[in-house]
Every structure is written in structure tokens, then in C-alpha cells.
């Protein structure tokens, strides 16, 4: 247990249903990120909140859509996804200053019918 | 070229074996580096991170070089239960808290 909980850890979706990721952390850190994690393939980061600013949007298409209400909390709208968004999501979050290392929650396993 | 790249592995060792990955990064300015453990199908864990003057954590030694951009992980005396795929893991400097994870390492250690 990281301190990192992401819901729900599974999920399967219809290309044209809308969903939300939730990520929250309770660890007094003050960073969040969005990764996604297809098979067989890199973590490629997607999104960065930096106090609470995005402070990265990595070239991700607009049918994902982060949400930073707090420094606790993180979601990630979906909406209209494609098969190949299929990947485990994960949010990661970490306290910024120097050799601070970032926690990550267990992921939600998403699929796109 | 990629921000972080690493060994492609899959490496293959023995129980027992010393085995080391190596890890590159781009960007001279980085201030942060880690390397972290990834099981099949779970989410990453930090293993250790890398300072400057390098670290041991009982079998396993990190090693950073700035002139070269470059960090090394050794495993010595593998055991069956370090299998799994090994992260480097770069936080440019002055990019907002970005962390950059390198492609991965895979290691299967057998009997």
C-alpha cells in the first residue's frame, strides 16, 4: 500500500461512453501525473500537476481530459475512447524537490470495446 | 533521441549471477534520478535512488556519472524473486517535477 488509491481498478467501456479515473493521495504531496501503460510497451507520461497547475500535457489527444481539483485528487475524463486506448493508467504522485521519488497507485485496467 | 533509454534486455541469468543495466538520459541539466522495479501486471515500485557519490542497498549498487549521462543498477547474487523489469528513471531539471521513465529492462533470473 503506497498511499496512492486509484479507482476503479478495472474497467471496460464502450467507444462512445464517458468515464472518469480517480486518483487520491493523502501523503501531503504536492505533484500528480497521469501515465499510461499499453502492452508490452513504456510508461509514457500524459499529464503533470505541478501545485495543482498542468504543467505538462504530452501531445495527448482531447478525448482524455485531466482534472486537478486539489492537491489530493486527480481524474481523468474519457470520452469517445478508441480500442487501441486500451492500457493500464496509472497516477503517480510525489512530494517535488530534489531526489524525491514518486508513489504509485495499483492502476486501473481499462479496455475500450 | 529518446529522454531516457535503456539496455532492451530481456536479460537471462542464472541464480546467483551479477548482472548490470545501464541506463542513458539526454538532457545534462538532470537533477533526480531512480531506478525503479516494475512486477508482471502491477504498478512500479522505487527500488533506490541515485545520488551522486552512488549508493548500495545490500545487493544492489547505483551509479551515476553526469559527464557521461549515465547510471548504472548492479544485482549481485541474483535471486529468483529479482525477476522483473527494472525502470530508470530521469526528473529533468526545471520541467515542472516531470518524471521520465526509460523503456525498461526485463530480467528473468532462472534455478
Known amino acids: 500500500e503506497t498511499g496512492v488509491t486509484q479507482t476503479p481498478r478495472h474497467l471496460v467501456m464502450g467507444m462512445t461512453n464517458k468515464k472518469s479515473l480517480k486518483c487520491e493521495q493523502h501523503l501531503g504531496h504536492n505533484a500528480m501525473y497521469w501515465y499510461k501503460q499499453s502492452a508490452k510497451k513504456p510508461l509514457e507520461l500524459m499529464f503533470v500537476y505541478s501545485l495543482e497547475e498542468r504543467v505538462e500535457n504530452n501531445s495527448v489527444p482531447s478525448r482524455f481530459s485531466p482534472e486537478c481539483p486539489n492537491s489530493s485528487h486527480l481524474f481523468l475524463h474519457l470520452h469517445t475512447l478508441q480500442p487501441e486506448d486500451s492500457a493500464l493508467y496509472l497516477c503517480a504522485s510525489r512530494r517535488l524537490g530534489d531526489n524525491t521519488e514518486a508513489f504509485f497507485g495499483q492502476g486501473t485496467r481499462l479496455t475500450v470495446v | 533521441r529518446k529522454e531516457v533509454e535503456q539496455d532492451p534486455g530481456p536479460f537471462n541469468v542464472p541464480e546467483g549471477a551479477t548482472v548490470a543495466f545501464n541506463c542513458t538520459y539526454s538532457?545534462?541539466?538532470?537533477?533526480?534520478f531512480f531506478w525503479y522495479r516494475q512486477d508482471c501486471r502491477k504498478e512500479p515500485k522505487l527500488l533506490m535512488s541515485?545520488?551522486?557519490s552512488g549508493n548500495e542497498d545490500g545487493r544492489f549498487t547505483a551509479q551515476l556519472n553526469r559527464a557521461s549521462q549515465y547510471i548504472s543498477l548492479l544485482i549481485r547474487d541474483s535471486k529468483l524473486s529479482d525477476s522483473a523489469t527494472y525502470l530508470c528513471v530521469v526528473n529533468p531539471y526545471n520541467q515542472g517535477g516531470k518524471l521520465i521513465f526509460g523503456q525498461g529492462t526485463e530480467l528473468s533470473v532462472k534455478p
Open positions: 541515485v545520488y551522486s
Open positions: 538532457n545534462s541539466a538532470s537533477q533526480s
